[in-house]
């Protein structure tokens, strides 16, 4: 409850990386926050400069990969108050991560997020959790969407789909981010009908810490290439991917639901479209 008495809007915004951060300073004001992340360290940094800012936010340390972690981090959250908006940030990259940890965060991480959240929903509760454009790379099976979709989360790890992948980061990615978005569509369902809303977002190269590991690696050259090739001729920020949350959050989008956003500088459309083959 609020120091005034009546039941508090609460954000719950899971990573405090580059993206979690502007989402907190762009969701929060006038809130209760709950902030999540991995790192005890991490988490700490964030809480305490956001309350330096004047936030009101408490911090829960969770790796979104136990299932358990993030009910309770949905309890906490209901707990609050009315869960108002929830931002699903944290994740791994290809760059700096192996396959498993790919699997276990990005994959199951976002399954388990959608699953206990759903629990503490409410009408106009919006739950938004941030996949990649390189979703739209992916070239699966109709079967095999529809098992990354429908699935339980606690089957998700063991699909064929899944172990048969290899020991190559990028295609691991590639899979978990396209699994994220159809899992969004296919519980589209089952949040309408407590009135609540849940989407994607799809960043294409965005100007954070995670991003600059990614330019350094290997496969960094051609990532930023496509930047120039696509016409963008940039990185995108943070401040943008927070917009594109508080408006999938907002009452600008009351009815978009189940759906993915790209946020990505035209990169996604170039690829389809304009790349030589």
């Known amino acids: 409850m609020s120091e005034a008495g009546a039941e508090a809007d609460v954000v719950v915004v899971t990573g405090t990386g580059g993206m979690g ?43 979104v990969s136990d299932a358990q972690a993030v009910t309770e981090l949905a309890r906490t959250a209901g707990r609050r108050g009315r869960v108002a908006a929830v931002v699903h940030t944290a994740g791994v990259s290809a760059a700096t991560s192996t396959v498993q940890q790919i699997m276990r965060v990005d994959l199951a991480g976002t399954a388990h997020v959608i699953d206990a959240f ?38 998700l790890l063991s699909l064929d789909v899944v172990t048969t992948v290899g020991d ?9 981010k396209r ?14 009908r407590v009135g609540a809303r849940i989407n994607t977002i799809s960043p294409g190269v965005i100007s954070t810490p995670m991003a600059k590991s990614e330019e350094q690696a290997p496969s960094g050259d051609h990532m930023m290439g496509m930047l120039d090739a696509c016409g963008a001729g940039r990185t995108g920020t943070p401040g943008e991917i927070a917009e594109a949350a508080a408006f999938l959050t907002g009452p600008g989008s009351l009815y978009i639901t189940g759906t993915d956003l790209l946020v990505d500088g035209g990169q996604a459309a170039w690829l389809r479209w304009h790349r030589p083959r």
Do not use: F, K
Request: hydrophobic letters at 50%.
């Open 21 to 63: 951060i502007a989402v907190a300073r762009r969701l929060g004001s006038g809130r209760a926050m709950v902030l999540a992340d991995a790192v005890p360290q991490a988490l700490d940094r964030a809480v305490t400069l956001l309350r330096a800012e004047g936030y009101t936010v408490q911090g829960q340390l969770t790796d």
């Open 118 to 155: 759903r629990a503490v929903a409410t009408r106009g509760t919006s739950l938004v959790c941030v996949a990649s454009m390189a979703g739209h790379y992916a070239t699966l099976r109709h079967a095999d969407e529809v098992r990354l979709a429908t699935a339980p989360a606690g089957e």
């Open 168 to 176: 190559d980061p990028i295609a691991a990615y590639i899979l978990a």
């Open 179 to 192: 699994a994220n978005q159809v899992r969004v569509q296919a519980a589209a369902l089952a949040w309408n």
